[in-house]
């Protein structure tokens, strides 16, 4: 039999592609969760039948328990919904693909219950890195990394000593504002951010990609899930997005992990792990691409991949602080409350706004994220 998944992030991108690798190789689907796309929630649970459902908006639980009062599953919402089904070990995995800091508390119920975990929510490691990981450890919970930079540096390190790895080279594309100086990014919409060159995802993580905060999230990522210092991560600028990235270990010899730039590669060596099996994608031909770039981040340019490297230097709750004011800064982007640079203007202030602190607990986390969004509120207007 196959294993049973469950999923955080049903309906999003990473949560439908993930779907498509459970059908084709006929997993099971244990339960559901999406945070408010009713129609796409509710042909998913007819599809799959899982045995929890849960929609994370409050105010429309009525609703689809309604829709669904003729199928046997039981309907959950909200953040207690999430976690409820974070710690039902009647699955074998947890997949969770929510976006945002939404994402910890659940991450951390899962490790609670001795769950796996497919972690494609950056955000979690980014804001509560030092919580998850020292609870992934006591309990001997494995954390898998469905992002492709992530999956391609733990692909590089298999069969290899640890010990070993010199340095992790991150791949960026460079995004959609590649070559542009910050005069031309005054004036770029949302509009435009959200036409990505390679990767197709959904709306948060293109614009973080705009920014090169996606890079800087990942970069964090790889600090707590590989367990490297910040000196150790190279961030180099790949536009082919073919290279998903590379190791370099001590005698010099550079790994690297290819494939066509395609979520549901790294998604199924996730779900799957250790086994490789074809997958639902198209293969890669290196003679169609016939050249491939490498070339340095702008980060005069695109500032918030600095300021992520500087707030994981620091330490502590500040990690916590760039990534919730991200967060809002980003969401009044794509209002058109604020221009493109003030992204990166807004997360820097609420760094040097709210107050350094040690991570003791999930408290010390949840109450930086909530300084550094009322910050970013406050400066909004
Ligand atoms: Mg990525």
Redesign the pocket.
Known sequence: MGKRISILGSTGSIGTQALEVIEKHGFEVHALAAYRNLDMLEQQVRKYSPKTVCIYCEELYGELKERLSDVPVTVLTGMDGLCEIAADTGADMLLNSVVGMVGLKPTLTAIDAGLPIALANKETLVAGGSLVMKAAEEKGVPILPV???HSAIFQCLQGNSRKQLHKIILTASGGPFYGRTREELTQVTAADALKHPNWDMGSKITIDSATLM?KGL?FIEAKWLFDVTPEQIEVVVHRQSVVHSAVEYDDYSVIAQMGVPDMKIPIQYALLYPDRKPCPTGRLSLCEYGQLTFAEPDMETFRCLPLAIEAIRKGGTVPAVMNGANEAAVAAFLQGRIGFLQIAELVEAAMNAVPFKAIASLSDVLEADAAARETVRRMIG
């Open positions: 992002d492709s930079e996606n990942e």
